[in-house]
């Protein structure tokens, strides 16, 4: 795959776009054709390390020659892991994110959700990240907590009904000032119970 280079090629977004898509179709599986290559780096680096290749002298190398290809630094691919992904014990529960504000933990706790407790993970997930003095599970300004899926499924539903409620009015002419005067129903549930 050629590189399209922006800054000294005068080709416009749809040149570039185009050249982009040709390329793509070229190569049938593409997602096959990236893992490819980086098992070929890999692979690379293990042949690099396994000849003996010494590693340069800390003290002494600077950062301009950290970029020099010359020097031989061995490259560290680091999987960042996805903090605020969590595996419950019960299959009943499922995981939240809330902010930490007081306001907010106060209405969820109402609810029926639960501040997410080590004994609640499943004994064969490794957390990423360490558990809080109060042992609670925090990643920035947000708590972990877990909710049985009947609360939070029927929260769900009742939202989806309001949102179908409301899009089904759209349709509808306006109401002008006659229908009003003749005795109009203007009872239709307009789906707003929801913030009652």
């Not at 089904?168 to 549930?189: C, I, S, W």
Request: hydrophobic fraction near 35%; charge should be negative; charged fraction near 30%.
């Amino acid at each position: 795959m050629s590189e399209i280079d922006h800054k000294t090629t005068p080709l416009t977004a749809a040149k570039m776009a185009a050249t982009v898509v040709q390329q793509a179709s070229q190569i049938p599986n593409l997602e096959a054709e990236i893992t490819r290559i980086l098992e070929k780096k890999k692979q690379q680096q293990q042949q690099q390390n396994a000849a003996g290749v010494e590693e340069p002298d800390w003290s002494k190398i600077s950062e301009a020659e950290a970029y020099n290809p010359a020097v031989s630094i061995p490259v560290i691919d680091h999987d960042v892991p996805d903090y605020m992904n969590m595996k419950l014990k019960d299959d009943e529960y499922m995981c939240v994110w809330a902010n930490k504000d007081q306001r907010r933990l106060g209405a969820l706790l109402a609810e029926g959700y639960e501040i997410l407790k080590k004994e609640h993970v499943h004994p064969d997930y490794q957390v990423p990240l360490m558990w809080s003095s109060e042992g609670t599970y925090e990643y920035a300004d947000v708590i972990c907590m877990r909710v049985h899926k009947r609360v939070i499924f029927a929260k769900r539903r009742k939202a989806y009904n309001i949102s179908m409620k409301q899009l089904a009015n759209v349709n509808r002419p306006p109401m002008d000032k006659r229908a009003y005067e003749n005795g109009a129903d203007f009872t239709l549930d307009s789906g707003m119970g929801f913030y009652e």
